[in-house]
């Protein structure tokens, strides 16, 4: 149930939308407080290994939301949903199922926000 998330949307098309330097994803869904936008938050919504009764699971499927946020200017929603089509074609091309579940702008900091639901499937 340790899904490798920052390795696989961790791309050089991402890279190339938040800028260079220290990878900003953020694991159990929190960014650092004055973390520049645009940011990657993610975190399990619900992880479930492969039971068979002759041993140990041998892989797990893991449900993880992964949240593409950038700043509060207009022009900034476009930004977001360019990092949100970049973390789908990493997912994508690392063979993992996902879906938007929804776009909108945080109520309080005003940020746009696209977030996906992956289901996560994984050899331990």
Known sequence: ???PILKTINTPAVQAIMGTGRPRIYSSGNAPQGVVTPYITWFVVVGQ???QLSGPPGADNDAIQID???GPDSD???VCINLAKAVR???DEAGQANRIIFNNRES???LFRVALQVDFIHNR
């Open 76 to 78: 900034q929603e476009i």
């Open 1 to 3: 149930m340790f899904a």
């Open 49 to 51: 290994p492969y039971e």
């Open 89 to 91: 074609d990493a997912l």
């Open 68 to 70: 593409c946020w950038a």
């Open 108 to 110: 309080d900091t005003k």
